[in-house]
Antibody, heavy 119, light 108 residues
């Protein structure tokens, strides 16, 4: 079946970086865009950026510009999200999510990766 | 950035009753609107896209309507598994794609 499986929880110190992976299976990875969305405790979902898994083109939210990098490895059907300069406000669950073909809605979601930033 | 506002924050409904949730955009998003359901400890689940099209496998009791700035999600007869938080999301024009703050549907 179609699924996205993310890497495990992370605990980081302020100023550090974190890299979260998202392995896709059950579909042709390069045919769909992959987005990253985060959810801080008690907050709304927040879109971070996307990657065209076919050609590697990316687009990021201005909120994270300069701190976030999304990449992919087509041979491994895996997308990655790296966030640098971590601060306590970055404590959140990070989701990868597949874009519904032809629409910028998100039909398949990873299970989420909890990232905790604490000194 | 297009701001999305949902109301009410919490909706108390008895099983079998109808629930109507609202989502308002700060500027027109056409029909470029999706709805998601999220249960505790789970990722969101796509229910509706293009304002009124049900996603694959979504029961017919879920329906969406609206265009421009005002949208609604209706659950015609609430089942026990429908008690959750619901989010709207716009995808009009250019990013960032933004979400509402959510409506929690709880058991009355």
């Amino acid at each position: 079946q179609v699924q996205l499986v993310q890497s495990g929880a992370e605990v980081k110190k302020p100023g550090a970086s974190v890299k979260v992976s998202c392995k896709a299976s059950g579909y042709t990875f390069t045919n769909y865009a992959m987005h990253w969305v985060r959810q801080a405790p008690g907050q709304r979902l927040e879109w971070m950026g996307w990657i065209n898994a076919g050609n590697g083109n990316t687009k990021y939210s201005q909120t994270f510009q300069g701190r976030v990098t999304i990449t992919r490895d087509t041979s491994a059907s895996t997308a990655y999200m790296e966030l640098s300069g971590l601060r306590s406000e970055d404590t959140a669950i990070y989701y990868c999510t597949r874009e519904l073909y032809g629409y910028i809605a998100f039909d398949i979601w990873g299970q989420g990766t909890m990232v905790t930033v604490s000194s | 950035e297009k701001v999305m506002t949902q109301s009410p924050a919490t909706l108390s409904v008895s099983p079998g009753e109808r629930a109507t949730l609202s989502c308002r955009a700060g500027q027109s998003v056409g029909i470029n609107l999706a709805w998601y359901q999220q249960k505790p400890g789970q990722a969101p689940r796509l229910l509706i896209y293009d304002a009124s099209t049900r996603a694959t496998g979504i029961p017919a009791r879920f329906s969406g309507s609206g265009s421009g700035t005002d949208f609604s999600l209706t659950i015609s007869s609430l089942q026990s598994e429908d008690f959750a938080v619901y989010y709207c999301q716009q995808y009009s024009g250019w990013p960032p794609w933004t979400f509402g703050q959510g409506t929690k549907v709880e058991i009355k």
